[in-house]
């Protein structure tokens, strides 16, 4: 199964074109070998009114399974990432923006000051990453080990929890893994339930 | 001091009962020989509204201090229990659910997708577990040290930060612990400040 | 380069000078030696209404950079302080809450019962701080590596970003510490951008 993703990279210098952008390559060669491939990307200054349209164009259109924002997590004045995406996401999933602040924290303290936010929008899972290429691969390493499982779920497609909690049951192994899903994809919901709003 | 838990399973398929629940068990069993004692218990299905109107109920009702939720926190089109959460508690306590995920995380990379909440609806306290029994037992081990110190506090009974200051402050040893509660239980709040909305 | 900090107290009964206040002094001292000082301090009563109205007079006044709170953050019935703050907030920066729970959990597992949060409101920090002197120390011990260059940032001074990125590609070693910031201030951006609401 592989997965399509889209990077969004926020950056009013590059998207003049004033500086070259590192990001885009960086997230690909770290994307190499795993289920996620890189089929779009778009580089875009660090204002909120574009980046909301931005990613809803994504989601709306079906083409992705997973957007990655890098840039404007900061506290800068143009940093405005995670408000944007907050507007699209319909429900949080703050572990993922936990794991990522973790994970760089390993390499340095100044990590923690990434306020980025990830979540699902639709069948659509958006995660904010800092904006700088060594970053970008941090983040990535952290996430990789664990998106393939995210959209799968999102998708409705992950395997039923209770399958292996019967076999651990009958003496198989428990399956200590089976934290996210539980129940078989139902497909019944209507609209409204799909964009509960977060709050 | 004994505290009085309910414990509301989110489950399709067990709301239904096509599978036997192993949630409930698991919960009771990891609650002996504490101060937790599991006095109720619902297994209904993954629907916003029939959440927020359960987690209601016992908020209403008195009869129980605390909330534990098990299921719909992951990323499947019927996962609502946050959202539905949110929309009962007043005052966020987020380093509950972040506790949930880091102990979580020394079994399984995946806990980091649980999108657990947690927080106080007047004086209950309301906590998302995923729904896996090995994952409440696992959230409920990372938590049970600190569970009937937050109860004591949010219920105004919790013992005075002062006094153990003044007692270093004489030559006793500092109290390393004494970092939520620093005043005497304050009676004469009106209703409105009890129920200060979340934003 | 030095940063102006003010210190908000709460507490009911320091404020009705019951109690003496120790945590203006172990203030002091942990930032003693730091490229922060401390400025202004108040003590007030745990009021919601009357903790927004502080918060926002010291960011209005342009006076100080930083605004750290010291109580209120807990589950008792008065600990209003994480939603008041989020009242004044524009933009939220969890990850310094974050930080604040997970080294203070290095000390007492209680630490993770602390609500606070942390963000900026115009170009002015604030982060909550649980209510104990001791508390209030180890918070600031975990956040001082990153406190001026957060303020760096936030006040549009930081250096870019990309500068590190090109030497890095030049053969110097990879800036890993880059996290945050990754354009040069602009100071273009209108008062309706630098306030953009957190929903």
């Not at 889209?6 to 190499?32: F, H, M, T």
């Not at 429900?91 to 924290?105: I, T």
């Not at 994809?185 to 977060?198: C, N, S, V, Y």
Request: charged share 25%; with cysteine; hydrophobic share 40%.
């Amino acid at each position: 199964m592989s997965y399509r993703v889209a990077l969004l990279v926020l950056s009013d210098s590059r998207a003049r074109g004033e500086r070259e952008d590192r990001v885009i390559p960086a997230c690909r060669e770290q994307l190499a070998g795993s289920d996620l491939a890189l089929t779009e990307a778009e580089i875009i200054p660090d204002d909120a009114e574009g980046i909301v349209a931005a990613l809803r164009a994504w989601v709306r259109s079906g083409r992705v399974d997973l957007i990655l924002t890098a840039g404007g997590t900061g506290l800068a004045p143009r940093d405005h990432t995670p408000e944007a995406t907050r507007r699209v996401v319909e429900r949080e999933a703050p572990g993922l923006a936990e794991l990522v602040r973790l994970s760089g924290r390993a390499h340095t303290p100044k990590a923690m000051l990434s306020r980025g936010v990830a979540g699902a929008a639709g069948d659509t899972l958006i995660v904010n990453l800092p904006g700088s290429p060594q970053a970008v691969r941090e983040g990535l390493e952290a996430l990789l080990p664990i998106l393939p499982h995210a959209l799968e779920t999102l998708l409705g497609r992950a395997r039923e929890c209770g399958a292996e909690e019967g076999a651990a049951a009958a003496g198989g192994a428990p399956d200590a893994s089976c934290h996210a899903p539980e129940e078989e994809p139902a497909h019944d919901q209507t609209e409204a339930d799909r964009h509960l709003p977060p709050h």
